[in-house]
């Protein structure tokens, strides 16, 4: 198999973060998403990165299998930093409540502490959160996933059309890399040769045909669904559930602690979603 | 049988809401329970919508207006819905692939399980229960890309036996299988009809493979009628087949050839029960009569392959020191089962792929340096799916697509279009809309963009899969027609037939290595090859071997010696 092929796919290796139970996953990625989102703090932030670099250790994710996601995810923190310096360049200033100017540049663009803070304090939350994200994804198993949306209270159908999603996405892939040779032996142009405006309208014959080929995909599918009963009731049972073991409840533990040490430095120490160093 | 029927239609007539004029006309068939009956037809007979009414898809994921009834366990399935349905009838669809619901083998099985609320441990222990009842027990945890187009096929038929359903009906358990797959499938159906005392429906247009075992009746759908309803012998020595464009089984029609009259008492239904000893002279006279072809004078290199070897990954060797060398105007068929590099193969002719060693050669000249978009004006590629490859709406912009990538100007590709459509038997078309097309023709659709640009060489993937006899024929005669034009056509294929009847030369592929460059007579014929390349014998072979004929290969080699002839070829 093309190794492109399995980009965001679930990998079927062996780890204590696969053996954990679908719903301990969901929960401990919340319960850390919440914390770092809500909290200003950098110290804090730098110490979760530490610990979601740690976690990718033990889960035996590869850097190879993330390195295409990590680009992008560089470029869309980088865009956003400088975007939003662009239409705020005082928001650090308003924050902190202080300015101490580092860099003077012309019209209001001066570079403040603040604004330097404030931006590298988002940077990393990013930085920290998205690492979850696909710790959350590569170490769990789609139908899991489903199952533990389902526990959590969303409706079996919308969950297993997520998982579903999740587990055709290399089939698809597959398909739109053969379909994409085949239209450029027709001659198709898709390298940077060709205008922007064209290199868009040639995806298009690469994605109508995508399309027409994953309808036959979704017809077969959905009868064999039907068939066997997929929303007869209003609930059904999850063959792939787990029972929560012992390393489950730890990971919740600790998840959960981290989340009220991010909230209780907020709101005893800092008393502020941010830390301030400029007062 | 003086049971009570399972399964009955009386005078039952269905109309989809899409189209004009009834699917089905005035059925009248019942079905006693235990039976095993193969239900065959042409494409479009209604042979699926047949099965589609008795599981309950019609009229639940397809509307349309019932007239008659339909009975099941002499209760109306008017007044079921699917899901009270699929408790007695348990549905495998074709293509063991697209049906795989769940992640992993166990739980495939478990989901009519999951949607019935089954405790986890209940449903853990009736997984495995059934597993162990088609062997899949220690494949629970493995996903379909880990499994044998077989353990899939058992796979599937677990899915339905979970609900302890009485009836198993098969929509078209062959179409996607190659010969080796599709004879083990047809073994596991037999295994379970005699263990588990179900009510078989078997849907199939692949008669002879069917027939690998026994069947109770056979009826034969046309134009949605039932034409016949009978055993195998009786259907094998009338003309239904024939009329209805159902292929015969091949060592039938060889004794056609032979001139020996098909009658009930040689018992031919069935190729373990024909009595063919008696008949032995007749073919052996047969087979002396043919005339060997004259040897064609060697024609010069257009493709060749040499010390080609290849690794996605650098470790796994998907292709490993392959040579062969195609002449001008040859029909080849590469074979191999799935993963056995043929795909890959194409990929690196085509320029999708570089290889990491050996060379390519187009008439003497290196490939290596040539872009896809340069080698496209040489080589064609027709995907299996044609809708794959079609991103128009109209049939002109399609086939003119590649022309105008190429900026030729537009009063040059009219002409160019217009003689690739004429070629293709598209012209009456050139206004339609591709959606107004039949598969068949979407496919000559996709042939004709491609020969637009002119290529020396055509690669087809499967071009006749899941097709029935009259297509298959129509789409390999128009093949052989291009070919005849002195196109170079290779075919990537398990269809033991087109190999059989419509390329003199096979190259088998095993695990990334050409393990046989021969004739097709000789491949059908030998063990060692038929066993790697996941193929079977052809019933041409068994055929010689009852007849105490000993040179098996020589005499398959007559058949189509004798076919070409005859189809002046």
């Known amino acids: 198999m093309n190794v492109k092929a399995k980009l965001f796919s679930y990998d079927l290796v062996d780890s204590p973060i696969h053996q954990l139970s679908g719903l301990t996953k969901l929960i401990c990625f919340l319960l850390l998403t919440f914390a770092v989102m809500y909290s200003y703090d950098i110290r804090m932030i730098l110490l979760v990165m530490l610990f979601a670099v740690f976690i990718m250790r033990i889960s035996k994710i590869k850097f190879s299998q993330i390195k295409l996601m990590v680009v992008y995810v560089l470029i869309f923190v980088l865009t956003n930093a400088i975007i939003s310096f662009l239409f705020s360049p005082e928001m650090g200033v308003e924050i902190y409540g202080s300015r101490t100017p580092i860099l003077n540049l012309p019209g209001k663009f001066d570079l403040t502490a603040e604004q330097l803070l404030y931006s590298t304090t988002k940077l990393f939350k990013y930085a920290s959160v998205i690492p979850f994200g696909i710790i959350f994804l590569l170490t769990t198993n789609p139908s899991e996933f489903a199952s533990s949306l389902n526990r959590i209270g969303i409706h079996y159908k919308v969950s297993y059309a997520v998982a579903l999603t999740l587990r055709y996405f290399p089939d698809i892939q597959r398909d739109y890399h053969e379909i994409s040779q085949a239209q450029q032996a027709r001659g198709l142009e898709l390298s940077r040769k060709a205008s922007f405006f064209n290199r868009i309208k040639n995806g298009l014959l690469i994605i109508i045909p995508l399309i027409f080929s994953s309808l036959d995909r979704i017809e077969t599918i959905s009868n064999a669904m039907d068939l066997r009963g997929f929303s007869k009731s209003n609930t059904r049972t999850w063959y792939t559930s787990r029972k929560m073991k012992r390393n489950d409840y730890a990971a919740l533990i600790i998840s959960a602690s981290i989340f009220i040490a991010m909230a209780g430095v907020s709101i005893f120490i800092n008393k502020s979603r941010f830390y301030n160093p400029f007062v | 049988m003086d049971l009570k029927p399972v399964i009955e239609f009386k005078n039952f007539s269905f109309q989809y809401h899409s189209q004009s004029e009834p699917t089905l006309h005035n059925i009248d068939l019942s079905i006693s329970p235990g039976e095993k009956i193969l239900i065959v037809g042409p494409s479009g007979s209604g042979k699926s919508t047949l099965g589609n009414c008795i599981n309950g898809l019609i009229p639940f994921a397809y509307e349309g207006e019932i007239k008659g009834d339909l009975l099941i366990h002499g209760e109306s ?129 692949r008669l002879e493979d069917v027939l690998h075992r026994f069947v109770d009746r056979i009826i034969v759908i046309n134009d949605g009628r039932i034409i016949s309803n009978t055993d195998a012998h009786s259907l094998v020595c009338s003309d239904v087949l024939t009329k209805t464009g159902i292929r015969e089984p091949l060592y039938v029609t060889a004794l056609k050839y032979a001139g020996i009259k098909i009658t009930e008492d040689i018992e031919p239904g069935y190729i373990t029960t024909l009595q063919a000893h008696q008949h032995r002279n007749a073919l052996t006279t047969w087979q002396a009569s043919i005339e060997k072809p004259k040897a064609q004078k060697e024609k010069p290199s257009v493709l060749k392959v040499e010390q080609v070897s290849f690794s996605y990954d650098g470790i796994v060797k998907v292709l490993d020191d392959i040579n062969f060398d195609i002449k001008e105007g040859e029909m080849v068929s590469i074979i191999g089962k799935n993963g056995a590099g043929k795909s890959t193969l194409s990929k690196l002719i085509c320029g999708f792929e570089k290889q990491d060693q050996g060379t390519i050669f187009y008439r003497s000249q290196d490939l290596h340096d040539k872009s896809i978009k340069e080698r496209a004006e040489i080589i064609g590629v027709v995907l299996q799916n044609p809708n794959q490859m079609i991103s128009k709406n109209l049939i002109f912009d399609e086939v003119a697509l590649g022309l105008r990538f190429r900026n030729i100007p537009e009063e040059e590709i009219t002409p160019r279009v217009e003689k690739a459509l004429e070629i293709c038997g598209l012209n009456p078309f050139i206004e339609w809309p591709i959606s107004a097309l039949s598969f068949g023709q979407k496919k000559r659709v996709t042939i004709a963009s491609i020969l637009v640009l002119g290529p020396e060489i055509l690669i087809l993937d499967e071009p006749t899969a899941g097709q029935d006899y009259r297509h298959y024929t129509e789409i390999m005669e128009f093949l052989v027609e291009i070919n005849k034009l002195g196109v170079t056509v290779l075919l990537i294929t398990h269809d033991m037939h087109l190999m059989l009847e419509y390329t003199p030369r096979a190259i088998v592929l095993s695990e990334g290595r050409l393990i046989a460059d021969t004739s097709a007579s000789s491949v059908l014929t030998d063990h060692q090859v038929i066993e790697s390349a996941n193929l079977k014998e052809t019933s041409l072979f068994h055929l010689a071997q009852l007849a105490n004929i000993s040179d098996g290969a020589g005499f398959v080699q007559g058949f189509i010696d004798y076919e070409r002839k005859l189809k002046n070829r």
């Open chain 2, 77 to 205: 399935t008017q007044d079921k819905n699917i899901f009270e349905l699929s408790k007695w009838v348990g549905t495998v669809l074709q293509d063991s692939d697209a049906q795989f619901v769940g992640l992993s083998a166990g739980e495939d099985i478990a989901f009519s399980l999951e949607n019935d609320n089954v405790p986890h441990a209940r449903m853990h222990k009736q997984v495995w229960k059934v597993a162990e009842m088609v062997g899949m027990q220690n494949w629970l945890t493995s996903s379909p890309f880990e499994l044998s187009g077989g353990q899939k096929q058992r796979t599937s038929l677990a899915g339905v036996l979970v609900n302890d359903v009485d009836i198993l009906l098969f929509d078209e358990p062959l179409a996607n299988l190659d010969p080796a797959t599709g004879k083990t499938a047809i073994e596991i159906i037999e295994d379970i009809y005699t263990r588990e005392n179900k009510t078989i429906i078997i849907i199939e247009h």
